[in-house]
């Protein structure tokens, strides 16, 4: 399987293969040993006719070259096992510090909106009071120049001002 197949995998697919490698590996070791393939060796050539050493002896390499050649795909399965196991770990590390980074921002959008609302009630209380400072303060004004007889010269119109 090539690196681009490998990586267009889901991860259930890729974690499936890995069970699936993980078993057949299992099942190899459980299997043939060297010894049983030595002892299969030194049977052959005990055979009286010459030519059937020869025959078995060939057959025995050929047998022996292609379990080195599938105990060789069988660590490069392994090797491949570990490098997508790697690869789903650091994907995994990635997605795990991305919700860190959006809860963390999150969190400060939060507070940052509890503050504004803070802000805005103590504006508001504050607007709120002066405002009222401010009109007693036009109301007494306006009640100490009307007690002077001051009106028209402050308010020009002889109208006494309540605004």
Do not use: C
């Not at 590390?93 to 909106?113: L, M």
């Not at 802000?119 to 004004?141: C, E, P, Y």
């Amino acid at each position: 399987m090539t690196e681009k197949e490998l990586r267009s995998l889901s991860k259930v697919e890729l974690l499936e293969m890995l069970r699936r490698q993980g078993n057949h590996a299992a099942q190899l070791r459980a299997g043939i040993t060297p010894a049983q393939i030595s002892a299969a060796g030194s049977a052959i050539d005990a055979l009286p006719d010459p030519n059937a050493s020869v025959v078995f002896g060939s057959i025995m390499r050929a047998a022996q070259d292609a379990a080195d050649v599938y105990l060789e795909n069988i660590k490069n399965l392994e090797a491949e096992k570990t490098a997508i196991a790697e690869k789903l770990e650091q994907e995994q590390e990635r997605v795990e510090k991305i919700e860190q980074a959006y809860g963390e921002a999150e969190r400060k959008r939060a507070a940052a909106e509890e503050e504004a609302k803070r802000v805005l009630i103590n504006t508001k209380r504050f607007l709120d009071w002066h405002s009222t400072q401010i009109a007693a303060m036009q109301a007494g004004f306006n009640e100490a120049v009307q007690k002077m007889g001051m009106s028209e010269a402050v308010f020009g119109d002889g109208k006494e001002n309540n605004s």
